[in-house]
């Protein structure tokens, strides 16, 4: 269990990366962003090849259809036509002699580059050299996942260098077995004890997968203290440090003097980020995945991100949100203009973190999580003293004001309690009486908990919800037995309820709190299997599941329209970017859940396409 304050304060999660936003200033500065500049540009950017391709599924999501086409015509990189066989056949031979015939065979199915609407690309690259102590093998749970396993993975990946601490990242209680006390079941604690156990010799620093806490061992205590001076003007000694946080360090304040003694390490091992970037976006393309909107840009990111671009082959399409943490923050955004040719790392919305992650505790809620500690209703970003826990604080309505009246930037806002969601609707309601400006594609990022009057509130508004499914199939056991209980459990991800009343929804996997793959959301929303105990093949609210083609129009078409993407991605229709992937069969196909479970998410990506160019085959 993360034994976190109750009180108002910073949090962070995957959406703002503490490890990354303690050491920025020393992490980009001009120096070590030239250490970790590509050392040799790869290979030149592939010619786009002119394609026919028949046989098999095919699939352009033409208008958000998922009706099947004969064929397909590529060319200069883009989509020139799509019908009938004759129809294709006759248009490539006019107007792109010289093309190359490709025939699908048997279940083969082509469908347009899937979408991922919401990751971290940055963060999730720069720790890549960090242990691996996350409950995921993949795409799916580990079978055994407790303090036994964590602690293999790091006495096995112990750190070669000398003086190196380790770092782990992903630690997660809340999928580790249950602990009874007194006939109630709680979360696991992990302390400096606990962590003691798993090894003692060396300093040890594990953050927790919702990132609001770091876990040190006794030595890495004694570590921080003995290194860092601004700890004796608090502490008299270790022992008083170590008896005063047993080892859990929570947000900022706390984890910044641990941090800070470790930053030339954290330093060191993210010199490789132009390997990383790059291992990142081949696995997104192994899971047939051709765009990723970053939930949490800055300048540093973008910058990075654009040094990379700039001697690496693109691989993946990039957009994202600006994150924006404060009203000097807000005052100082610029004019909205809409992206309208594509630029890699567009800006397309601001985003504002409201609160933290609910499986993490400290999702801002209206009533108490129904396990320790006590009386904890997580945590808000934006406290205003004098303000009642259940009312919108001004200052956080000012600041959504500001992006979307103000300026009019197109937002989404991180919220995950439902308190949180319901605070984010006010503040959308009290800006959007105000905008005058052209339709905005406002989001709620995760929008975990909502009511039937919520949904028809923010439809209202024209406010749509990207969720994170996984929530439902990776959390949902933890949520209804031991953090929520069943019955405010019935409202997380309410994917059916909204898709009814005519909204378009997307799926995410906020990567890295959960893995990559389009394939996966889709399953874990057709099924809402929850995976902890997978032989119970239990589901979280039947009625919210959603068919194979909402699901697909989830991940492809509206996740195209939700990231402002709609003009040259999430279909193949003419002019659109030739991004596509070829499956070994086709997802729609899969319509009973023994087809479905466990099973969508590894259907074989046999190629992925950019542009015309391909970019993965299993054998690259």
Not at 87 to 95: A, R
Not at 168 to 186: A, H, I, T, W, Y
Not at 195 to 224: C, E, F, Q, R, W
Request: charged share 15%; hydrophobic share 35%.
């Amino acid at each position: 269990m993360e034994n976190h304050t109750h009180a108002h304060g910073c949090t962070h999660c995957a959406c703002n990366n503490p490890v990354l936003e303690i050491l920025k200033e020393e992490l980009f500065s001009p120096e070590n962003l030239g250490k970790m500049k590509s050392k040799s540009a790869q290979n030149a950017q592939q010619q786009p090849q002119s394609l026919l391709i028949s046989g098999g599924t095919i699939r352009p999501m033409i208008g958000g259809s998922t009706d099947t086409v004969e064929a397909i015509g590529i060319a200069n990189g883009n989509v020139v036509i799509a019908g009938s066989h004759l129809k294709v056949e006759e248009f490539m031979i006019k107007n792109h002699h010289g093309f190359t015939p490709k025939k699908l065979t048997g279940t083969q199915t082509l469908l347009p580059g899937l979408i991922e609407p919401h990751v971290h690309i940055v963060p999730t690259a720069m720790m890549t050299a960090w242990i691996d102590v996350s409950p995921f093998k993949e795409q799916d749970l580990l079978e055994e996942y407790d303090l036994t396993t964590v602690g293999k993975a790091i006495n096995g990946n112990l750190p070669t260098k000398s003086g190196y601490v380790i770092l782990g990242r992903g630690l997660d209680p809340s999928l580790m077995p249950f602990v009874d006390n007194n006939g109630v079941k709680e979360l696991v604690t992990i302390d400096n004890t606990v962590l003691d156990g798993i090894n003692s010799d060396i300093p040890m620093m594990l953050l927790s997968a919702s990132m609001h806490t770091l876990y040190l061992n006794t030595k890495a205590l004694t570590y921080v203290y003995d290194h860092n001076l601004e700890l004796h003007l608090k502490y008299k000694s270790a022992a008083d440090y170590i008896s005063a946080t047993n080892g859990q360090l929570q947000e900022s304040l706390e984890m910044t003097p641990a941090l800070k003694v470790i930053k030339e390490q954290v330093i060191a091992m993210a010199q490789d980020i132009d390997t990383y970037l790059t291992e990142l976006f081949q696995l997104a393309n192994s899971r047939g995945v051709t765009f990723m909107y970053d939930a949490g840009l800055n300048s540093n990111f973008e910058k990075l991100l654009t040094t990379y671009l700039g001697s690496n082959t693109e691989l993946v399409r990039t957009g994202g949100a600006l994150l924006c943490a404060n009203q000097s923050e807000a005052d100082g955004l610029g004019t909205y203009t809409p992206p309208v040719n594509y630029e890699s790392v567009y800006y397309g919305h601001v985003k504002v973190v409201s609160d933290g992650s609910n499986q993490g505790l400290t999702g801002y809620q209206s009533t108490p999580y129904i396990c320790n500690p006590a009386d904890n209703i997580g945590i808000f970003n934006f406290p205003q003293s004098g303000i009642p826990a259940t009312t919108i604080p001004p200052n956080y309505d000012k600041l959504i004001n500001t992006v979307v009246a103000g300026k009019g930037w197109p937002l989404m806002v991180h919220a995950n309690g439902d308190q949180a969601v319901s605070f984010a609707i006010n503040a959308y309601q009290s800006a959007l009486a105000q905008y005058r400006g052209s339709e905005l594609r406002n989001r709620i990022e995760h929008c975990s908990l909502l009511t039937r009057s919520q949904i028809t509130q923010m439809l209202q508004m024209g406010v749509s919800p990207s969720f994170l499914i996984g929530h439902v199939g990776y959390w949902g056991y933890a949520f209804s037995k031991v953090i929520f209980g069943e019955e405010k459990a019935q409202m997380l991800d309410l994917c059916g309820s909204t898709l009814a009343v005519g909204m378009r929804i997307t799926l995410h996997s906020d990567n890295e709190v959960s893995p990559l793959g389009p394939l996966r959301m889709m399953e874990q929303s057709i099924t809402r299997i929850m995976e902890k105990h997978k032989e119970t093949k239990e589901v979280l609210n039947k009625a919210e599941c959603l068919t194979p083609e909402q699901a697909l129009i989830a991940v492809t078409y509206d996740a195209a329209w939700q990231c402002y993407a709609d003009q040259w991605v999430g279909s193949l229709d003419k002019g659109y970017f030739a991004d596509f992937v070829i499956l070994g069969e086709d997802p729609l196909s899969m319509t009973t859940e023994s087809s479905q479970y466990m099973k969508m998410r590894n259907i074989s990506v046999l190629e992925t396409w950019l542009g015309g160019v391909l970019v993965y085959t299993p054998e690259s």
